[in-house]
């Protein structure tokens, strides 16, 4: 079993920055894709950024430029740097990993942009 813990949301003006934590721990045998995820009050879910085993990156168009993904292989963490936030991107952000055996998520972390 892989539990996921998220930290790092909070409250915060449109055109700042957030970053965004996901430490993964457990029975790890292997982790390779790592992702964030969010969800908006009456909306469904949406994939925001990747970052797979060897650092190779994607991202949705809608953050491309103002979002950054990373991780820490030893650390078995994920990273969200969150710049410019638009208050459009209130919303519940959760951790995605990819492990060897399956699918984990966390349980996310509240992200709330007051304009």
């Known amino acids: 079993q892989v539990r996921l813990l998220e930290s790092g949301g909070g409250l915060v003006q449109a055109g700042g920055s957030l970053r965004l934590s996901c430490a993964a721990s457990?029975?790890?045998?292997?982790?390779?894709?790592m992702g964030w995820y969010r969800q908006a009050p009456g909306k469904q879910r949406e994939w925001v950024a990747d970052i797979t085993s060897d650092g190779s990156t994607l991202y949705a168009d809608s953050v491309k430029g103002r979002f950054t993904i990373s991780r820490d292989n030893a650390k078995n963490t994920v990273y969200l740097q969150m710049n410019s936030l638009k208050p459009e991107e209130t919303a519940v952000y959760y951790c995605?990993?990819?492990?060897?055996?399956?699918?984990?998520w966390g349980r996310g972390t509240q992200v709330t942009v007051s304009s």
């Open positions: 995605r990993v990819r492990e060897f055996r399956g699918d984990y």
């Open positions: 457990g029975n790890i045998i292997r982790i390779n894709a």
